[in-house]
């Protein structure tokens, strides 16, 4: 099985090239794979990885120019194996980039804006069940940015105007966390949410099976609307 | 807590899986207490200001040679210095943090997203429900080789509600975790006086949490030795992965957090025989060992029984599925026979578990890649998986087009976690190195063979809070120029070898060596052959490892060549370990010793290392009166 890796090193390359490389082929066989055959192998490759199971987020990068999870995507014996680093961010070396644009954004985003710590009777209380329900499968959000990588709008505009879908999940799950006591209408707003076209792509790519996006995009607009902050236009 | 409320209760209040757990729980094994001390004020307290960074330059005689002249290091100051911020990493800083000390956090992977801690899992949490003293709580579980000192200070260390982790982790920002989808009510698996636990902890909120102290975070940076000045412990150094930059961060005290060093435990196409994290590499345990600390509990792991194949995602907690002792009934050896079935399950418990399947392998039933089968064949056993694996039913079919239900799914022990680390005292600091303080302590783990999340958290905050205290007595000495030049020559030194093999070979090599000695199916001359290929991977790889790279740009030929002197010591000190110890315990079954031996064994066995040469001694259990 043929398969090709883009290699830069900054500190010698002028710029990124492909190198192919034979792999031997087994049954269900991952990129990640056949990337660690070729480093122990071959020749050395630069690429991370830690949980082997779409959680860690660290294996993020392109098959054929799809955003994917290394860890969790499957190489084709016969057809094109081309594998590059994760679109849209800086790189590091071969297929390492720096998400930290991204990762630092959603972190913060992600801190719990409360005006006192949370009591253990709250904690033992009884939430809404549907809340619970739409909370739950945002947690398995891994921040590896394949869905913002892969998000069309993000490719035309820019983080700067729209976070992504993957920090959109952030503000989502602390809009809908009933222990948040930030405003996270205003965040998703500010964040650009209206920038977003609800294409699906982010359903498509993303591993974390569960989570829905496009529910939760619909929440989020019906609550600004409510509030008044929808813009004149949509 | 309402003592009446049960977690998927069934017949008799508990269900089956509660039950089976918690028998597991009870009896001997997973997890120890909780401890997250004075979460409040960590989103009011004052910030802290972190170390300053000096420039120097090594001076050309003591470095590498060519490849070391000239280069810039980096140096760092603070109070507290944590190395690794995982789960008992976290902890630590928190604990600093809240008493407004200078901190710096070294950590090897990116910071959110190293170590186990760094996957985004479904963590289960368990804690002493009621005020109970430490030796009748459920939420550790004392075994016969634990050090019970130890034990004793760290459950005491912290109050009750200090203790509690539901409360303290939503503290930091943890979820609402496992309600009932019905009626929003908290959903606990147990939730006994002895034991609450529960799913729905994800960790990945409190790294965000502590990212937002603000505290000083050197992320991407391998901890590769500590600094020793006139036999004391005054910092870390290492290497900044993306840049190649050596760097020295001085503490007047050490807090080392650095996880579980399985990544020795075998390899399968991207993996060893282990769920656990390619960061964890024990290096700091083998530095201290180096530099003469002994090393405690080596032989012992802990393990679980996950899918062999698919190989890609092979021992992957996250992505796997697996079996535990609440899925006895449906295992099968090779030819078909559910060998749990009749057995009293009240004796069960992960290390019977284990025992049970370790033995049945041994005697010539296991399948074809040394495990067993789970037989999912009828819906009750498909509904016997455990909460953890549930989604990943889903991604097997989307990937890889399995439909999990319905199949006989081979599977092998995984050893999540690993037992071994330096020897310590009452305030986890290490013996024979001052100044260093170990948040996993040697022998406090005992038989059981590792930490849990809820034994990780409570000992970094102990381990810091006693940090604290001997930084307070102790300043720092000027900075001795020699000691980093002869770690900055060790790691800068790997750039200058040729002909030799790459270090990727030179890992699998350890790894299939040492899951030959340390696998719970121990044979002897099986783990003497493992033995004999680490010495001789010592003595014939090791001093030829030839880098394929010769970037100082992330380089990842020189990261693994720099952890494998870490493990190797690790994987030699644990494969002797684990012949010494001539009987059954733990999660292992000897065959030639199969019984548990009290009269000879009632001991810890303890490694030293000697200029290359591993010996292992009995050591005398510390009990409360010794
Ligand atoms: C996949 C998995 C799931 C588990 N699930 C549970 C559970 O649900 N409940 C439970 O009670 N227990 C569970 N356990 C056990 C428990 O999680 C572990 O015992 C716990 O994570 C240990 O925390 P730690 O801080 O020791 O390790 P980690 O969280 O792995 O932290 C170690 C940190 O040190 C860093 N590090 C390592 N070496 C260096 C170095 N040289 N320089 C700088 N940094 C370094 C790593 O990058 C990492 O961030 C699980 C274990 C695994 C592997
Ligand atoms: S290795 Fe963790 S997501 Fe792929």
């Not at chain 2, 140096?75 to 944590?82: A, G, L, P, S």
């Amino acid at each position: 099985m043929k398969v090709s890796v883009q290699k830069y090193d900054p500190s010698k390359d002028d710029a990124p090239y492909m190198r192919e490389f034979e792999v031997e082929y087994h049954d269900n066989m991952t990129v990640l794979e056949a990337l660690v055959q070729i480093n122990d192998n071959q020749e050395p490759l630069v690429f991370d990885y830690s949980c082997r199971g779409r959680t860690c987020g660290r294996c993020a990068m392109a098959l054929n120019g799809q955003a994917c999870l290394a860890c969790v995507t499957l190489v084709s014996e016969n057809g094109k194996n081309e594998v590059t680093p994760l679109p849209g961010f800086p790189i590091v070396r071969d297929l390492i980039v720096d998400k930290t644009k991204m990762t630092d954004r959603i972190a913060s985003i992600m801190v719990r804006q409360r005006a006192y710590p949370l009591e253990l009777e709250e904690v033992l209380a009884p939430v809404d069940a549907e809340t619970y329900k739409k909370i739950d499968p945002l947690e398995h959000c891994a921040r590896c940015g394949v869905c913002t990588a892969s998000c069309p709008v993000v490719a035309e505009i820019g983080m700067k105007n729209y976070i992504g879908p993957a920090g959109m999940i952030a503000i989502g799950l602390r809009y809908y966390d009933p222990y948040d006591q930030g405003d996270r209408i205003v965040e998703a707003v500010q964040n650009g949410m209206y920038n977003c076209t609800q294409c699906g792509t982010c359903d498509m790519v993303c591993k974390a099976l569960e989570i829905d996006h496009q529910s939760l995009y619909k929440d989020l607009r019906a609550a600004a609307q409510e509030r008044g902050l929808a813009p004149k236009e949509a | 807590m309402d003592g009446s409320k049960q977690g998927s209760a069934g017949k008799n209040g508990l269900s089956r899986r509660a039950f089976l757990e918690g028998g597991a729980l009870t009896a001997s094994v997973m997890a120890l207490g909780a401890g997250l001390a004075g979460m409040a004020g960590c989103s009011n307290g004052a910030s802290s200001s972190s170390g300053t960074t000096k420039e120097g330059t090594p001076s050309a005689e003591v470095g590498a040679g060519g490849s070391a002249t000239g280069t810039p290091y980096e140096v760092y100051e603070t109070d507290i210095c944590i190395i690794g911020g995982g789960l008992a990493g976290i902890q630590a800083a928190m604990e600093a943090f809240d008493q407004g000390k200078n901190v710096i956090i070294v950590e090897k992977g990116p910071h959110g997203f190293g170590g186990v801690a760094g996957y985004n899992w479904d963590q289960f949490i368990n804690f002493t429900r009621d005020d109970l003293p430490w030796d009748e709580s459920g939420d550790f579980v004392l075994n016969e080789l634990t050090n019970k000192k130890i034990a004793k200070a760290t459950y005491e260390g912290w109050n009750h509600e200090q203790r509690n982790l539901l409360l303290n982790n939503s503290r930091l920002d943890n979820d609402l975790y496992q309600r009932d989808p019905e009626t929003g009510e908290i959903q606990p698996l147990f939730d006994l006086p002895t034991l609450y636990g529960i799913y729905r902890g994800f960790p990945r909120h409190m790294l965000d949490k502590l990212g937002a102290t603000g505290l000083k975070i050197l992320d991407h940076t391998l901890a590769s030795d500590v600094v020793v000045q006139d036999g004391t412990c005054t910092g870390v150094m290492g290497i900044h992965i993306p840049t190649g930059t050596f760097r020295v961060i001085r503490a007047k005290s050490t807090v080392c957090c650095t996880g579980a060093s399985c990544w020795m435990y075998g390899w399968n196409t991207v993996a060893p025989m282990s769920i656990n994290s390619p960061d964890n590499t024990g290096d700091i345990d083998a530095a201290a060992f180096r530099h003469g600390c002994a090393l405690e509990g080596s032989e012992f792991f802990q393990n679980d029984l996950i899918n062999i194949e698919p190989k890609g995602i092979a021992a992957s907690f996250v992505s796997g599925i697996g079996a535990d002792s609440g899925c006895c009934e449906y295992i099968c050896d090779a030819e078909g026979n559910y060998f749990f079935k009749g057995m009293d399950y009240t004796t069960l418990n992960k290390i019977t578990f284990t025992q049970a399947i370790a033995k049945c392998i041994s005697e010539g039933h296991g399948t074809e890649n040394g495990g067993v089968y789970v037989d999912f064949s009828t819906p009750e056993a498909f509904a016997s998986i455990g909460e953890t694996y549930i989604r990943n039913i889903e991604l097997w079919k989307d990937v890889f087009g399995i439909d999990v239900e319905g199949i006989k799914l081979e599977c092998g022990l995984e050893a999540y976690e690993h037992g071994g680390n330096p020897v310590v005292d009452e305030t986890l600091m290490v013996e024979g190195l001052p100044g260093l303080f170990h948040a996993r302590g040697g022998g406090y783990c005992g038989s059981q063979g590792g930490s849990s999340v809820n034994v990780a958290a409570r000992n970094g905050a102990y381990a810091t809070k006693k940090a604290i205290e001997y930084a307070e007595g102790v300043s720092l000495p000027p900075l001795d120029n020699d000691v980093v030049m002869a770690e900055y020559g060790r790691v800068y030194g790997l750039f200058d070898r040729s002909g030799g093999k790459r270090p990727q070979e030179i890992r699998r090599a350890i790894q299939m060596a040492c899951y030959d000695a340390c696998q719970p199916d121990r044979e002897t001359s099986r783990m003497q052959a493992g033995i004999d290929e680490l010495a001789r991977i010592r003595k014939e790889d090791m001093p030829s490892m030839t880098l394929g790279d010769d970037s100082r740009v992330y380089n990842t030929d020189w990261k693994c060549a720099i952890e494998n002197y870490n493990l190797l010591d690790i994987a030699e000190a644990s494969a002797k370990a684990a012949l010494f110890r001539e009987e059954t315990r733990g999660h292992m079954f000897r065959s030639e010793f199969p019984e548990q031996d009290d009269e000879n064994w009632l001991c810890n066995v303890i490694e030293y290392y000697n200029d290359g040469d591993i010996t292992c001694e009995k050591k005398a259990v510390v009990e409360l009166d010794s």
